[in-house]
Each structure stands twice: as C-alpha cells, then as structure tokens.
C-alpha cells in the first residue's frame, strides 16, 4: 500500500503513521525527518536546503521532490507512507508523474480533518525533548518528572510556534494551501477523509474501515 497523509500540524498525522507502522507493516516516511538528517550530515542537497531555511525560503518543489524519489528508490519495501509531502499540487503532481512512470501508483490519499479548538489544544500544551525530539502534552501525555524527558533524560521546551494565535495563522496558511491538494485527489477518487479529532484508539479503526470501503468500491461488479 502507497498513501500520503494530509493534515495541519496537531491532527494526529504521527499518531496514526505510529499505529499503522504496527498494525500494517507499512514505512513512515517524513519529509521533516529526511531533510533535517540531509542538513545534519551536510550533504549537497543538505546544504542547499539550509541556505534556503537560514534565509527565510521554503525549499523548492525540485528540491524536495528529487529527495523523495532518491528515497522511494532504496526502499525495501512498497508498503509505504509520506508525511509532509506534497505540500503543493505541483508536488502531488510531480509525485503522481514519478510513481506511473514507474508503474507504482499512489493507493490513497489520507485527508485527516480537525477542528481548530482541538489543534490548538493539542499544540499550544505540547513539548519536545530537545535531545532526541521525543513529544509530550501537559495534559494527555505528561512526562514522569517535570521537564525532562522519559526517554533520555533530555530539557523538555515549548516551540515559540506553539501559542494560540501562531496557530491559527499557521492554521489558515495550512487549510488555503492544501485545497487544491484535496481537490485533486478528490477528483481521482483516491481521498480517504479521517476525523482527525478522535483520540489515538480510534483513528487505527476509523481509518481501517475506510480502506475496506475503498477497496470494496474499486471491487470489478459480477456481471452476470
């Protein structure tokens, strides 16, 4: 299975990519993840990439999309998700380009919808460790001793992003970007929409009820 997760920050993209890591064997992979490590090992593409983030820039379709498909190329397996790309429609459709041309097609698109009172609930109570990234919340995922984390005994801090009017403009930003994206796979009949405010327990559930839908509405009609 190929999907790309679609969401705002807070919708639970990384919780549902944990689960279906697990349930279904399928790869996360996070285009956040893939460029930081790029930068950290000072690579070409690393390099370029920070000069575009330390200037203020985003980094361009080219940039990230060659990425992407040097990644999809090592992998081991077919089984896999992106998160955090594509960001733009010229990226899905440099993506879908890619993936017919190799004649692996992309299964679905998961949609994860959430309110604005839940993301700003979810984001504004977050911390990370600043050592090895680990998430916690102040409410539903609190660290066993205040400020330092479980895992590695890292300093726990707030990003400066993480405030309730940051959010919502991050938020208008996200949902004015990502429309075209939405209606594009919409139009191919490959968007799965996900309640991105249920909790963790049921997102695995929810999304794998939509993925029986799907392939029962894409099963071939008897004929006879």
């Known amino acids: 299975m190929r999907l790309v997760l679609l969401g705002p920050p807070g919708a639970g993209k990384g919780t549902l990519a944990a689960l279906l890591k697990k349930s279904l064997g399928i790869l996360h992979i996070s285009t956040g993840d893939m460029l930081r490590d790029e930068i950290k090992h000072n690579t070409p593409v690393g390099h370029e990439a920070k000069k575009l983030i330390d200037n203020g820039n985003l980094v361009s379709d080219e940039l990230i999309t060659t990425l992407i498909k040097a990644r999809l190329k090592e992998l081991p397996s077919n089984n896999y998700m992106l998160d955090g790309y594509p960001r733009t429609l010229v990226q899905a459709e440099q993506l879908d380009e890619y993936l017919n041309d190799i004649h692996k097609p992309l299964d679905c698109a998961v949609y994860m919808e959430a309110s604005l009172k839940k993301i700003i609930f979810r984001l504004s109570g977050r911390m990370v460790c ?95």
């Open 130 to 224: 600043r050592n090895c990234g680990m998430l916690y919340h102040r409410s539903t995922r609190p660290p066993l001793k205040t400020g330092v984390c479980n895992k590695c005994s890292g300093e726990l801090y707030q990003r400066e992003d993480d405030n309730e009017e940051t959010i919502k403009t991050r938020m208008h930003i996200y949902q004015e970007s990502t429309k075209p994206i939405v209606h594009y796979y919409e139009s191919k009949g490959k968007l799965i929409r996900i309640d991105g405010d249920a909790e963790s327990e049921d997102l695995e559930a929810q999304l794998l009820k939509k993925f029986n839908e799907s392939k029962a509405s894409n099963q071939p009609k008897d004929s006879r």
